[in-house]
């Protein structure tokens, strides 16, 4: 059984869009491309390794939206945990921002 918000088309754009920026800013991150968006790798990771990690998290973020309840499910908190991630593998601030507003509309529909 799965939970339909009744936003869920602007949540999907909002977590779409967010991956795309995070995607685009993981690629100009490994360019070395400096952006005000991207955070230096945490832990000390390599960049390449940060590079892989933030792709999985983008490829997940992708596969939430596109696909519900398929690999993950589409609630308002598995978007919340993918946006912090999205920041802390160097997939940007503004991709997090779009994933985080997402995941506020789906908190504020199951008030």
Same mark, same amino acid.
């Given at each position: ?8 088309? =602007? ?6 869009? +967010?991956?795309?920026? +995070?995607?685009?800013?993981? =690629? ?10 991207? =955070? ?13 990690? +933030? ?25 919340? =945990? ?30």
């Amino acid at each position: 059984m799965t939970k339909h918000y009744k936003n869920e088309g =602007i949540m999907k754009l909002l977590t779409v869009l +967010g991956a795309v920026v +995070g995607l685009i800013t993981l =690629i100009l991150g490994l360019a070395r491309i400096e952006n005000y968006g991207f =955070i230096d790798p945490v832990f000390g990771l390599d960049i390449v390794l940060n590079f892989i990690v +933030g792709l999985v998290v983008v490829v997940l973020t992708f596969l939430v939206a596109l696909k519900p309840n398929k690999p993950l499910p589409f609630h308002w908190l598995v978007l919340l =945990i993918l946006a912090i991630l999205l920041v802390l593998f160097g997939a940007g601030i503004w991709a997090c921002v779009l994933v985080i507003i997402a995941a506020l509309i789906g908190l504020i529909e199951d008030l």
